[in-house]
């Protein structure tokens, strides 16, 4: 039977103690690795990272077998939010298996159930669980967390109007409509150039043209709402190679509070790491095996833990950017309390957008293409230190 949630004013509220961390330990390997094969390499390091960069341990203990009910027993002073954010992380263990397991995912589903987890997060779960993996794809599309009515400047025009009034989720193709033809739309993109050199707006303009980015309105523009997270990459000091976009979603993932914003992050998993999702947001296309490469649990984990310590909880996917263009970077982060990445994860290459490794050949050279076009001088990002 789950164990139920602690009554209003009976929740622990402090960090994990010892105990605790090394019983989240025993369950996250024993759901997502307590089959025959155990734990693939990548699901080793990745939940070693996780874990170490959200309590700060690093000394984890070899597991011994913990079952579902025993383990909600020692988390059943947490609140739902501890507990679900625990369940993210298994699904995210589970997730990033190649081939798919649906023996690991139902033992996720029964961890979770158990700790009285209920909504979207256990109805991810089980679609895999039940091997339906196109289904879940569909999923994240009806269970994502954008699955409120968007403010009207990211809702698309003629291509694809949502219906008034209707929720709308992160993978509907009318979400993800590129706004091609915007002149208004345009215009306060470009106006973002206007603005002081170390502000926010600035930062995203000058990034955009560093990388011959079309700004959203005009045409070859990336949609109005995948836009939202380009103003997260200057703020939170991403490049936009595609491992930093796993670190950005990682980030905006784990700073929101709001559980359904682990769709975004299941998604883009999905994409570059193990290729379940072929298309998604408009524009990405599946690149499998990025998650997997040297360094890259790390940094995602330290993207998580960075998201985890900003102040407050921030839905960035549908923040009002504009409303504060004009404010210094340095500024806004240290308002919002974002950390600095840790140097361990700049030692294994994470890089802002303007550091080596934080723009690619291929956006380099668009970008040089674009000035030329534009019968303007080139300020060259660095490619290699």
Avoid at 115 to 125: D, K, P, V, Y
Avoid at 338 to 345: D, G, L, M, T, W
Wanted: hydrophobic share 40%; aromatic share 8%; charged share 20%.
């Amino acid at each position: 039977m789950p164990v139920p949630l602690p009554r209003p004013g009976e929740e622990l509220l402090t960090p994990p103690s010892p105990d605790e961390i090394s019983h989240i330990w025993r369950a996250l390997v024993q759901a997502v690795g307590g089959g025959p094969s155990g734990l693939t390499p990548l699901q080793d390091i990745l939940l070693r990272s996780v874990t170490a960069a959200l309590t700060g341990a690093e000394d984890l203990p070899a597991p011994l077998p913990i079952t579902p009910t025993q383990f909600a027993q020692s988390l059943e002073r947490r609140n739902s939010a501890f507990r679900e954010r625990v369940c993210q992380v298994m699904a995210l263990g589970a997730l990033v298996r190649r081939p798919p397991d649906p023996a690991a995912m139902r033992r996720v589903y029964e961890f979770c159930e158990e700790l009285s987890i209920s909504g979207q997060l256990l109805e991810l779960t089980a679609s895999y669980a039940d091997g339906g993996f196109d289904l879940a794809v569909a999923d994240f599309d009806r269970l994502g967390h954008l699955g409120t009515t968007l403010p009207p400047d990211l809702l698309p025009g003629p291509g694809g109007p949502a219906p008034s009034g209707e929720d709308v989720s992160p993978l509907r193709d009318s979400v993800w409509v590129a706004q091609e033809s915007d002149p208004e739309l345009a215009r306060r993109w470009t106006d973002l150039g206007g603005l002081d050199r170390g502000t926010l707006g600035r930062g995203v303009h000058d990034f955009y043209r560093a990388r011959g980015f079309a700004f959203p309105g005009l045409p070859g523009s990336a949609p109005p709402l995948l836009a939202q997270h380009d103003w997260v990459h200057v703020l939170a000091d991403y490049g936009t190679a595609l491992e930093s976009e796993l670190e950005v979603f990682g980030y905006i993932a784990r700073a929101n509070d709001d559980p359904r914003a682990f769709s975004l992050l299941a998604m883009v998993v999905s994409l570059f790491e193990t290729g379940a999702v072929h298309h998604a947001m408009g524009l990405f296309d599946a690149d499998p095996g990025h998650l997997a490469r040297q360094g890259m649990a790390q940094r995602l984990a330290d993207a998580m833990r960075r998201g985890a310590l900003t102040a407050g909880s921030q839905d960035f996917m549908t923040l009002d950017w504009f409303a504060v263009a004009d404010r210094p970077v340095d500024v806004l982060r240290r308002e919002l309390a974002i950390p600095e990445k840790s140097s361990r994860v700049i030692a294994l290459g994470s890089a802002g957008p303007w550091e080596p490794g934080g723009i690619s050949p291929y956006q380099l050279e668009a970008g040089r293409q674009a000035a030329e076009r534009e019968g303007r001088s080139y300020d060259e990002p660095s490619l290699s230190g």
